[in-house]
């Protein structure tokens, strides 16, 4: 590879889905954009790969919901570009039991139905018996129901923006160790395994591989607070006789978040699958709850699906939680570069994010800032007074 003839206008480096959305706004400003990616696009070790991924606007904060609103608009107008579906719009519902999460005004349930019916994006409520008669496949004791949510399909939308990727130019680029990066007065030199190259601007999105690739910059020591899981999940596989309960018209997305479960109705009838998954929430400890995996939750919330076949997933969903210490994403400039761009600590949960954090990086890059409210998420955070007085 010879890249050195030509400098590049940007370089992302990740191939994964928030890398795909950088290049993919940024080719909007300019024509010289391309994606190193460390192994091939769509592998099953990136974050982006599954055959599903949640999409809702039920968070606590009315700054997660308003920005995963605004994505999900961003996807609307993707789904434009393709022939197939990208989002299955079946509702997110956030379900709460007594004998688990004793005090239900509390739950997420209720805190998030609160958060975004203040911000009128019209959730449902449901009490007993009126949850029972709604969603007779679960047992609990109140469940709230964000009527825009629903499921993504990662494996349609890679390859519709690799099709869009093509469309407007952009280089994409498989298999390649970055070994050095090395930012100058006005621009960024970078040495791989296969030959070394020049761009006015670099954002790194690399996943799990980020302060990997950080530790690459010259001069800099600053590595992010991050710890990363991997949520157990398994595959539950209804029965003849119960299967049109778990279909997407009858069996919204289902979240208990209080104790770290989330699950996806049959997303193909073929596989027949219902996915269920387990997740450590930040800050409790596993031993001190009552429902300590997948099996606890079925038996106590899903008994329907007790006693059929299920098997651990291996063919998706190999992705990594990313949790950063405060809670909060990372996206602006390396501290102390004012031409590499870094975003990463999505926190499991970014995938729905992707345009809009695509756009805020892609704006961030090549337009010296972005039009949206980014501080809170700054990496500079993350140095002591001390160190940057």
């Given at each position: 590879?010879?890249?050195?003839?030509?400098?590049k206008?940007?370089?992302?480096?990740?191939g994964?889905?928030?890398?795909?959305?950088?290049?993919?706004?940024a080719?909007?400003?300019?024509?010289?954009?391309?994606?190193?990616?460390?192994?091939?696009?769509?592998?099953?070790?990136?974050?982006?790969?599954?055959?599903?991924?949640?999409?809702?606007?039920?968070?606590?904060?009315?700054?997660y919901?308003?920005?995963?609103?605004?994505?999900?608009?961003?996807?609307m107008d993707?789904?434009?570009?393709?022939?197939e579906?990208?989002?299955?719009?079946?509702?997110c519902?956030?379900?709460a039991?007594?004998?688990?999460?004793?005090?239900?005004l509390?739950?997420?349930?209720?805190?998030?139905?609160?958060?975004?019916?203040?911000?009128?994006?019209?959730?449902?409520?449901f009490?007993?018996?009126?949850?029972?008669?709604?969603?007779?496949?679960f047992?609990?004791?109140m469940?709230t129901?964000?009527?825009?949510g629903?499921?993504?399909?990662?494996?349609?939308?890679?390859?519709?923006?690799?099709?869009?990727?093509?469309?407007?130019?952009?280089?994409?680029?498989?298999?390649?160790?970055?070994?050095?990066?090395?930012?100058?007065?006005?621009?960024v030199?970078?040495?791989?395994?296969?030959?070394?190259?020049?761009?006015?601007?670099?954002?790194?999105?690399?996943?799990?591989?980020?302060?990997?690739?950080?530790?690459?910059?010259?001069?800099n020591?600053?590595?992010?607070?991050?710890?990363?899981?991997?949520?157990?999940?398994?595959?539950?596989?209804?029965?003849?006789?119960?299967?049109?309960?778990?279909?997407?018209?009858?069996?919204?997305?289902?979240?208990?978040?209080?104790?770290?479960i989330?699950?996806?109705p049959i997303?193909d009838?073929?596989?027949?699958?219902?996915?269920?998954?387990?997740?450590?929430?930040?800050?409790?400890?596993?031993?001190?709850?009552?429902?300590?995996?997948?099996?606890?939750?079925?038996n106590?919330?899903?008994?329907?699906?007790?006693?059929?076949?299920s098997?651990?997933?291996?063919?998706?969903?190999?992705?990594?939680?990313?949790?950063v210490?405060d809670?909060?994403?990372?996206?602006?400039?390396?501290p102390g570069?004012?031409n590499?761009?870094?975003?990463?600590?999505w926190?499991?949960?970014?995938?729905k994010?992707?345009?809009?954090?695509?756009?805020?990086?892609a704006?961030?890059?090549?337009?010296?800032?972005?039009?949206?409210?980014?501080?809170?998420?700054?990496?500079g955070?993350?140095?002591?007074?001390?160190?940057?007085?």
């Amino acid at each position: 590879m010879d890249q050195n003839k030509q400098t590049k206008d940007l370089i992302v480096i990740g191939g994964g889905i928030m890398g795909l959305m950088t290049a993919y706004y940024a080719s909007a400003y300019v024509k010289n954009v391309a994606i190193l990616e460390k192994s091939t696009i769509g592998n099953m070790e990136a974050a982006s790969f599954s055959f599903t991924r949640s999409i809702r606007t039920d968070y606590l904060e009315p700054f997660y919901a308003r920005l995963a609103f605004e994505a999900q608009g961003m996807w609307m107008d993707l789904q434009l570009e393709s022939s197939e579906k990208l989002f299955i719009n079946c509702g997110c519902l956030n379900i709460a039991k007594k004998s688990v999460t004793p005090d239900l005004l509390q739950t997420y349930a209720e805190r998030s139905y609160q958060n975004i019916s203040n911000l009128n994006y019209l959730p449902e409520r449901f009490d007993q018996p009126e949850f029972s008669k709604r969603f007779p496949q679960f047992e609990a004791d109140m469940g709230t129901l964000d009527t825009k949510g629903g499921y993504l399909l990662p494996q349609v939308i890679t390859e519709l923006m690799l099709r869009l990727l093509k469309q407007n130019g952009v280089t994409i680029l498989e298999n390649i160790d970055v070994i050095s990066i090395e930012e100058t007065q006005d621009q960024v030199s970078i040495v791989t395994n296969n030959g070394n190259m020049k761009t006015r601007k670099l954002v790194i999105s690399a996943g799990k591989g980020t302060n990997d690739v950080i530790s690459n910059v010259v001069n800099n020591d600053l590595v992010f607070p991050i710890t990363y899981d991997r949520p157990q999940r398994k595959y539950y596989y209804p029965t003849e006789d119960i299967f049109d309960q778990f279909l997407p018209e009858n069996f919204p997305v289902f979240a208990y978040t209080d104790i770290g479960i989330y699950g996806h109705p049959i997303f193909d009838k073929k596989k027949g699958a219902v996915k269920v998954a387990y997740f450590v929430p930040v800050g409790m400890k596993k031993d001190d709850q009552k429902i300590k995996n997948v099996e606890d939750f079925v038996n106590e919330c899903l008994p329907i699906l007790k006693n059929v076949r299920s098997e651990e997933v291996t063919d998706a969903d190999m992705c990594w939680y990313d949790t950063v210490a405060d809670d909060d994403f990372i996206l602006g400039n390396l501290p102390g570069y004012k031409n590499i761009i870094v975003g990463t600590g999505w926190r499991g949960t970014g995938y729905k994010f992707a345009p809009i954090v695509g756009k805020m990086m892609a704006q961030s890059a090549m337009q010296s800032g972005t039009v949206y409210s980014i501080s809170k998420f700054s990496p500079g955070r993350f140095i002591s007074y001390e160190k940057n007085p």
